[in-house]
């Protein structure tokens, strides 16, 4: 049986980036962000969407594309095929343009 998100695909929001490597290298903008969690709020609002079963939004560890202050993103197109595609984004202020990325490539 495959999973319902294999016929859109899926996003890869790495963990470490928010949770280890924003606090100890950039204090300041750990402190703007706060507690937000990038992956549980594109989660949350591609659910919202409708989107919740076909669009999986997945944390990783360490990508190994590391940018100051950023959160590294791959969304992955499995049935709607096209590239895969790494991006580094400001988890707060570019958040709702990469929801928009990642449901233009998926949805």
Same mark, same amino acid.
């Given at each position: 049986?495959?999973?319902?998100?294999?016929?859109?695909?899926?996003?890869?929001?790495?963990?470490?980036?928010?949770?280890?490597?924003?606090?100890?290298?950039?204090?300041?903008?750990?402190?703007?962000? /706060?507690?937000?969690?990038?992956? #549980?709020?594109?989660?949350?609002?591609?659910?919202?969407?409708?989107? #919740?079963?076909?669009?999986?939004?997945?944390?990783? #560890?360490?990508?190994?594309?590391?940018?100051? #202050?950023?959160?590294?993103?791959?969304?992955?197109?499995?049935?709607?095929? /096209?590239?895969?595609?790494?991006?580094?984004?400001?988890?707060?202020?570019?958040?709702?343009?990469?929801?928009?990325?990642?449901?233009?490539?998926?949805?």
């Amino acid at each position: 049986m495959s999973p319902p998100w294999r016929e859109s695909g899926a996003a890869f929001v790495c963990e470490k980036c928010y949770k280890t490597r924003i606090p100890e290298e950039t204090p300041w903008i750990a402190e703007r962000i /706060g507690d937000f969690q990038l992956r #549980g709020w594109l989660k949350a609002r591609c659910k919202d969407a409708g989107l #919740g079963k076909r669009v999986r939004i997945v944390a990783t #560890g360490c990508q190994d594309i590391c940018a100051t #202050g950023l959160v590294t993103v791959t969304i992955l197109p499995i049935g709607k095929g /096209g590239e895969m595609e790494t991006l580094a984004v400001d988890p707060t202020e570019e958040r709702e343009a990469i929801l928009q990325r990642i449901m233009d490539r998926l949805a």
